[in-house]
């Protein structure tokens, strides 16, 4: 059974830089932490996708939802 932190699209922030991107694969191991692929812009504006461990992401306090 998977236990997720995040679901896909979720905007997460990355805990060591502040960067801030969307949720965009994850993946489980069974001898490993669960990790996640997120699209975000560095810091010098290049567009990035790269994997992250759950415990270097957190949810982005200042990403709101836009109701349609």
């Known amino acids: 059974m998977s236990n997720f932190k995040f679901n896909l699209g ?5 805990s060591s830089s ?3 991107g ?3 694969s994850r993946a489980e191991h069974t001898a490993h932490k669960n ?3 997120v699209h975000y812009k560095a ?3 290049r567009a990035v ?3 992250w461990d ?7 306090p200042d990403f709101e ?4």
Do not use: F
């Not at 979720?10 to 990355?14: E, G």
């Not at 759950?54 to 982005?60: F, I, V």
């Not at 939802?65 to 349609?68: A, F, I, K, Q, T």
């Open 49 to 51: 996708d790269c994997w």
């Open 54 to 60: 759950e415990a270097d992401l957190e949810k982005d």
């Open 22 to 24: 969307a949720i965009k």
């Open 43 to 45: 810091a010098d504006g």
């Open 10 to 14: 979720d905007h997460v922030k990355i």
């Open 65 to 68: 939802e836009v109701s349609s």
């Open 18 to 20: 502040g960067e801030t």
């Open 35 to 37: 990790n996640y692929q």
